[in-house]
């Protein structure tokens, strides 16, 4: 496997970060990723995921290597869509809740 250029990190605001150094230095020790996010027929840009005040901005179709932060906020990215359904009494509809991921991503860990 080859890791592409895809991995860019971005200070948003600096001022707003009081602990950056700090923030930094956590996410540099954290267990390091190898992911892929595939595009889509109407999605093609890169994903921005953001972590303490870092924008990591993750090409699709290459594969990056990013902090284990990353991976577990792409994991909660979900999003909620709803569908009609004839209420069983017959009196008009109701909506169902139907919840899933935001991104479609393979990962891999990297070796110890």
């Keep these: 496997?080859?890791?592409g250029?895809?991995?860019?990190?971005e200070v948003v605001d600096t001022e707003q970060v009081d602990?950056?150094?700090?923030?930094?230095?956590?996410?540099?020790k954290q267990k390091k990723y190898a992911i892929?996010?595939?595009s889509t027929e109407t999605q093609r840009e890169p994903v921005e995921v953001?972590?303490?005040g870092y924008v990591y901005r993750i090409k699709r179709d290459e594969w990056v290597e990013v902090p284990?932060?990353?991976?577990?906020?792409?994991?909660?990215?979900?999003?909620?869509?709803?569908?009609?359904?004839?209420?069983e009494d017959g009196d008009g509809n109701e909506l169902i809740p139907h919840t899933v991921q935001r991104?479609?991503?393979q990962v891999r860990s990297f070796p110890a």
Excluded at 19 to 28: A, G
Excluded at 69 to 87: G, I, P, S
């Design 5 to 9: 250029k895809g991995k860019a990190v």
């Design 1 to 3: 496997m080859s890791l």
């Design 36 to 38: 892929r996010i595939p």
């Design 50 to 52: 953001g972590v303490c």
């Design 68 to 87: 284990e932060a990353v991976v577990e906020v792409l994991n909660n990215a979900q999003f909620t869509y709803y569908t009609q359904k004839r209420r």
């Design 103 to 105: 991104f479609a991503y």
């Design 19 to 28: 602990n950056l150094k700090e923030i930094q230095e956590t996410l540099k």
